[in-house]
């Protein structure tokens, strides 16, 4: 009841517009607002997603919570939606050439952590909002919380859901992370957009796993960019799919025609460093611990430690069938406690080949206990004698 009378006597459209004056000077570069009402079409759609095993595991579980702002605030009024940009083009990109190949990270982990620059610039309008309304109430949300960040950037006009999923602003495209603030405030909501993907199909094309089932629907078990975060031996379809990608997948936003020359650069925070966007793949096989924190720990790519990324770059390197990897590979294969580094570098030495590959993966199905080892092994030592007119055609598959 108090709260009720404390916020009576605001005009709540001009304290919106002087809010989104005051987002360009805090960094954001785009504010809207949207209602706290529950989300009933999103809730059935994420119930048809489960039902077809599409979820990647990440997503809050609790569908009830993911669409229903009242169930995490007492009495919400409005969400306030942030848009953050962040840079899409390596400058000086280090080269990837033999002896010395690189793995790729994508764009949004480059540079800090986005969690915390997101919620730094909540923060600060956090701050301001307090100042004009002191009896604010407000709960913000960067990724990891329970809401669909896309769903509220949605509502909130920041953008339309397209048919890669992606939330892409019409000015900005969609090299944007999303964050919210769920509060007490009645500001006046905005309008969604409408959908401008139009007869584009250029995403579900270029999708290197056909993840992309259909528009805005996406099968995350096949996405690479949840493959690339997974801790666990990646399914032998997808190993080369995966590229050199160490973390993250970018494909189906690159070909996007509206992110066509944008790029962003004026947020410092993501300024990337090539070495780190690009990394020398060999390097990262011998990463301790420790080292990983230092070069990775404050990026985005940082969330699921160093043996997703150890694998991936094992992964790469068998793409690029980089022979001076092999005495590396064959270590991992016979010595490392990890079984699935020991599968991953299995299939890297069959996709390389020769001698010593050959007879080190000999070796191993003499050794190993492990099942998912020795079938990588197993399928590995069918290829590693191919002629080279077989090579050829199993490239082609
Ligand atoms: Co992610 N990810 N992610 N991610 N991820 C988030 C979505 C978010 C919002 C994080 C953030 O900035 N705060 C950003 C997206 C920003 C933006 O849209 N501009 C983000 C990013 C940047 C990425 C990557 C680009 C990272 C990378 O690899 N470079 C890729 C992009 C892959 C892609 O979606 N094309 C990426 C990958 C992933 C994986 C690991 C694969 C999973 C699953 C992604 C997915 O479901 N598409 C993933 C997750 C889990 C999330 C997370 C934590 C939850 C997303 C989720 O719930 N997915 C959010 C943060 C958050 O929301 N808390 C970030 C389930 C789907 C069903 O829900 O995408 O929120 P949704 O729902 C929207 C659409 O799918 C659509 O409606 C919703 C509103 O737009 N929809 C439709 C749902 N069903 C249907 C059905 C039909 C018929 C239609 C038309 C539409």
Aim: charged share 25%; net charge negative; aromatic share 6%.
């Amino acid at each position: 009841m108090m709260e009720i009378e404390q916020l009576n006597n605001y005009n709540w459209a001009a304290l919106k517009e002087e809010m989104k004056q005051q987002a360009k000077e805090l960094g954001i570069d785009q504010i809207g607002v949207a209602s706290a009402d529950p989300f009933t079409e999103l809730k059935q759609q994420l119930i048809r997603h489960r039902e077809l095993g599409r979820e990647s595991g990440f997503e809050e579980p609790d569908l009830d919570k993911r669409t229903n702002p009242a169930l995490l605030f007492d009495a919400p009024q409005s969400i306030i939606a942030i848009a953050i940009t962040y840079t899409s083009k390596l400058e000086d990109a280090p080269r990837s050439v033999e002896g010395a190949r690189r793995g790729f990270i994508a764009r949004s982990a480059w540079g800090m952590d986005y969690h915390h620059v997101l919620k730094d610039r909540l923060q600060k309008l956090e701050d301001w909002l307090r100042e004009k309304v002191p009896a604010l109430r407000i709960e913000s949300m960067v990724d990891t919380g329970a809401l669909s960040d896309r769903a509220v950037a949605e509502r909130a006009g920041l953008g339309w859901s397209a048919k890669n999923c992606m939330i892409i602003s019409p000015e900005l495209g969609s090299w944007i992370f999303l964050g919210e603030m769920i509060t007490n405030l009645p500001l006046p909501p905005d309008t969604p957009l409408t959908d401008q993907c139009g007869t584009c199909t250029k995403c579900l094309d270029a999708c290197p796993t056909g993840a992309l089932v259909g528009p805005g629907e996406l099968d995350a078990q096949k996405c690479i960019s949840f493959l690339t975060q997974t801790k666990r031996v990646v399914p032998e379809q997808y190993l080369r799919k995966m590229g050199n990608r160490l973390y993250g997948c970018d494909t189906c936003q690159l070909v996007c025609p509206v992110n066509r020359h944008k790029n962003w650069t004026h947020q410092p925070e993501f300024e990337p460093d090539p070495e780190l966007a690009k990394p020398l793949l060999l390097p990262l096989l011998k990463l301790s611990n420790r080292q990983f924190k230092e070069q990775f720990g404050h990026t985005a790519a940082a969330w699921r430690g160093k043996n997703p990324i150890q694998r991936n770059a094992v992964i790469g390197l068998g793409n690029f069938k980089e022979a001076g990897a092999v005495p590396d590979l064959i270590t991992i294969l016979l010595e490392d406690p990890r079984h699935v580094l020991r599968a991953t570098a299995a299939w890297s030495l069959g996709r390389i080949g020769g001698e010593a590959a050959k007879n080190a993966l000999g070796q191993a199905a003499e050794t190993e206990e492990h099942e998912e080892v020795l079938q990588a092994i197993a399928s590995s030592l069918k290829k590693v004698d191919y002629t080279a007119e077989e090579r050829r055609l199993d490239d082609k598959l």
